[in-house]
């Protein structure tokens, strides 16, 4: 028990690295395409690249499978949506939208990390949780980058439960209120797998092969409600079916 936890303490020290390395190499880039939203969409082919090389080089892979006859169009703008229960859930969107460059809502802490919070300020709309004006004015920005022409990334139960137990949290009104103000469809995605693979207990996980069930595609309607209960009961039901 011992050796695997230490093993499982290197590999993500690993990803320190890997992070780090391909933070310096492409950030440049990175940072330099996304000051104009006209080249936007050149920083974010360094974006799919670092995603690629953090969840590939962790031994990681993964499987689609559509639950859906629906097809993702790419001159289309999404609302992305899907489960939260590893830090590898980001990397994922990338990988599956090639021809979307993708803006997530993200915690406004992880500004912090130097290199990587530099980079992060310009590639995601920043959310204070414990800030209500920060909450509210996301709205505003994400609307900013939809006519930009980016799609967006929002993971609806707002963070990770601290309860392991907990299948699914509740969802957040965001990612729906948002679908409907701007007549956006809610692309629908449920992760399964990471929750053991690659946890947020740094001392377990393991490489291997993740599955992602690729759900629905909701159109935007008046009612945020309804988007959002069919939504969490589409990923709940793949969950407690598929898990």
Known sequence: MIVVKILNYLWRFWLVVLAVLLTIILGLPVYLFSLNEKTYKYAYVFIRIWCYGVFY????RYELINLTEKKIDKNTQYVVISNHTSI??????CIL???HPLCYVGKIELVKIPIFGTIYKRICVMVDRSSPRSRADVYRRCAEKMEEGNSIVIFPEGG???????VLDQFKDGAFTLSSKHQSPIAVFTFVGLKEMFPFDH???YPGKVKVY???ILEPTDSPKDLKLSSFEAIKKTLTERS
Do not use: A, Y
């Open 214 to 216: 690729f759900n629905n």
């Open 160 to 166: 990770v439960p601290d309860d392991t137990s907990v």
């Open 203 to 205: 001392g377990k996980g």
């Open 57 to 60: 080089g962790m031994g990681m």
């Open 97 to 99: 939208f090639p021809h």
């Open 88 to 93: 590898m859930d980001i990397m994922l969107p």
